[in-house]
């Protein structure tokens, strides 16, 4: 497509309810990211991707965070047994290489628990 | 660890009325230091990258320069439609499956009335 395309845009859950948040990225870029921007904060790492690894999870806050990337495109960001500090907008990048090349956002989405 | 801060945190203009915008980095090594404009309730939106000192870009009414400790946004004769939060983010030289996460600082609030 023409740009990052993240789906839902708007997600509203129940607490202890597990949510998945999908991400199609640029056609043809390998680098993935997502990244959390709670209400008036800045932009938090979770993971990055090249191809379908993940050389870099340090932003995942706990063991209820994971995510997959599969074919080089599609990724997918799961939380399991959501709390209210999950709630958030989840964005997600893509850039073509990851390497000295502008990484371009996706719209987000935000997730409420309540 | 990487740091990025933005000041200041708000600013407001008149129209017509020019200023500055400042992003202090600590980084081990510099790969690229980016600027994304973000509109309430979107993703952020590309701007510029720098890669050296002494780097500067120019998008209309807008310029970015590059110094080893920190960049400049600087926003001439603006318009309301410039009104958005102005990130800034750099990516650290290292092994590209660890070192390419941008970390972002948390914004200049831009408002620009009439």
């Known amino acids: 497509g023409a740009g990052v395309s993240q789906s839902p845009s708007n997600k509203v859950t129940e607490k202890g309810k597990d949510v998945e948040l999908r991400c199609d990225p640029i056609?043809?870029?390998?680098?993935l990211y997502w990244y959390r921007q709670r209400l008036g904060q800045g932009l938090e790492f979770l993971i990055y991707?090249?191809?379908?690894?993940?050389?870099?999870k340090s932003g995942l806050p706990s063991d209820r965070f994971s995510a997959e990337r599969t074919g080089e495109s599609v990724s997918t960001l799961t939380i399991q047994r959501t709390q209210q500090e999950d709630s958030a907008v989840y964005l997600c990048?893509?850039?073509?290489?990851?390497?000295?090349?502008?990484?371009?956002f996706g719209q987000g989405t935000r997730l409420t628990v309540v | 660890e990487d740091q990025v801060t933005q000041s200041p945190e708000a600013l407001r203009l008149q129209e017509g009325e020019s200023s500055s915008l400042n992003c202090s980095y600590t980084?081990?090594?510099?790969?690229?230091l980016f600027w994304y404009r973000q509109d309430p309730g979107k993703g952020p939106e590309f701007l510029f990258t720098?890669?050296?000192a002494g780097e500067e870009k120019e998008k209309e009414r807008l310029k970015a320069t590059l110094t080893k400790k920190e960049s400049f946004l600087h926003i001439t004769a603006p318009k309301p439609e410039d009104s958005a939060t102005y990130l800034c983010?750099?990516?650290?030289?290292?092994?590209?499956?660890?070192?390419?996460?941008?970390?972002f600082g948390t914004g200049t609030r831009l408002q620009v009335t009439l």
């Open positions: 990048a893509s850039s073509l290489d990851g390497w000295k090349t502008e990484a371009f």
């Open positions: 980084v081990s090594g510099l790969r690229g």
């Open positions: 720098l890669y050296s």
């Open positions: 056609s043809g870029h390998t680098a």
């Open positions: 983010a750099v990516q650290a030289r290292g092994d590209t499956g660890t070192a390419s996460k941008l970390t």
């Open positions: 991707f090249q191809g379908n690894s993940a050389p870099d």
